[in-house]
């Protein structure tokens, strides 16, 4: 009779985060739903798992990463538009004057959206993005954008998924922003991804079918609007959403309300000194209302500067 | 030594499709595709398939079920309605007089859309179009409407997913409308189902939050809007695509576009005895340029007639 292997601790699935309430929640709500017979077990098909991508799967700051990116655009076209030299927003773009370009307000905003994200075909625009994530660093840490995704929540994602369920980016930036990138950043492929975006135009040129990015809005996947999308693009209801401000609030509501097993999470950043401390009172990710629904019921709020370990994967050891 | 077992012929995976010119090319296609190490060969990633539903899953005469369906909820709703007995286009409907109801024109059969699929939730809608799989039958074959797909059809979508790839439905039809039943027929999730919608509104009633669903369109997955809906949802180029009308035509353009491994269908409805004959000169499912190109670029084109054995699920052995 042969002996009995010693049995091996099953790996940590989850080694960046401290063994705090939001760690037990979420490997809890793992248990519970992958466990055959129980009442909490939740069907493979129905394992729909919803991330927000701003400030929940990598930072927010100083400003979205998607406007940065249109600023550096207007930089990089500018050569091609002299008239911009002397034109608001694009002139306070180009000489780095942020008050003229806030001064310029949402029409302004739009404005270098609308150069940036339309009048070329998707292709093009792919192409731009994958060339923007390959070259440009972030102005605090000095490295590509895309190395700036949260180490604990890469983690989540690969233990959801091991766990099958389907991972989505549901988020308020631009659908064509993300799937460049996140495929490789995130494993999550592109029809994974649901967000916002513009409307397109089917064309032929030079005998090959292209679609042209318009300066229209076609779907704003923030809000009221995060469900819709939801109901539009995957037509399940989630049973785990993770989200890190108001704009989160309702895919958290609608994910609460479906029955059986749920969890809600909300990325608190809380962590001045490794990335940023902001919440009820930030222009950018403000937390204010679904945090407290989120307290009154019991979803998990984590507390990124006491239970993540390290913040970026390059923090680790 | 154990002696060498009788090597088994694979089995047929396509038993509904004699040995022609279309189940060949399938074949092929599939063969060469998953040949690891050809030139031909597509990721597993990539492997993305799309179907037009209406004529090309299942059948769309003598009108397109959905409107069969709005035309029932018309009637199972008029007694909740005692105008409409002498309001067009409802009188119409009520009373079977398809003249009065065509002469309502573009206008009419958009109010009775509104009426039958706007001003409920969308779980009420989905629960509706479920009781109304479950109970109605075609008029000609006094059958529910689900049985009326396209054997043969099944048999590609199983083949294909058999051998790595994803199965998608991009229609002209309503998302919710097909949502509800093709995943028991074609084994294609909602997250799988690209088509038409309405927009919607997020709303808390009695403390739960709905989606209501509103009598103003959304996005139209229909010609142009084929290529807008696959990058829209999917975001990839398909590298196998089947519809069987133009509707189809810039679907089956765009996915002959993407470099590699193509394979461009259309279902010809040639059969006038077990199913319809019908093309160039229809008002549903016209099958006139798209036909032209296939022709010109070597698409290929099923003859239902000739090439399946069976049309319908219930006529197998
Ligand atoms: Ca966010
Ligand atoms: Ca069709």
Known sequence: VASQPAIAAAPDPLPSWNDG???QAIVKFVADTTRQGSTTFV????????FDNDGTLWSEQPAYFQLLFALDRVKALAPQHPDWKTKQPFKGVIEGD?????ASGEKGLLELIAVTHAGMTTEEFSKTVTDWIATAK???????YNELVFQPMLEVLAYLRA?????????????????????KVYGIPPEQIVGSSGKVKYEIRNGKPVLVKLAEVDFVDDKEGKPAGINKFIGRVPVFAFGNSDGDHQMLQWTAAGGGTRFMGIVHH????REWAYDRKSHIGTLDKAWDEATQKGWTVVDMQKEWKVIYPWEQK
Request: glycine share 8%; hydrophobic share 40%.
């Open 21 to 23: 309430p939001s760690k």
């Open 43 to 50: 069907a493979p098909e129905a394992r729909i798992a919803v």
């Open 98 to 102: 942020t008050k003229a370009v806030m």
């Open 138 to 144: 972030h102005p605090r840490f000095k490295r590509p």
């Open 163 to 183: 766990n099958g369920f389907k991972t989505y980016i549901v988020s308020g930036g631009g659908i064509e922003f993300m799937r460049p990138w996140a495929s």
């Open 270 to 273: 809380t962590d001045a000194k």
